[in-house]
């Protein structure tokens, strides 16, 4: 399984946050998803504005 990867188009607007139901994603000036707790399941890509968040 694959997971996703936050890129550096991120400005932590904090819309992934409550879209993932793992909640593997990590704040900060860039948010970061944790690979172990991720389940490719792209909701946090689907509400981001910039398309920051990839498949790895």
Do not use: Q, R, W
């Not at 793992?22 to 689907?46: F, N, Q, R, S, W």
């Amino acid at each position: 399984m694959m997971t996703y990867k936050i890129s550096e188009e991120c400005f932590a607007c904090g819309a992934c946050l409550p879209e993932c139901p793992t909640e593997a994603i990590a704040e900060g000036p860039i948010y970061v998803i944790h690979p172990a707790k991720c389940i490719d399941c792209g909701a946090c890509a689907a509400v981001c504005p910039v398309d920051a968040p990839k498949p790895e």
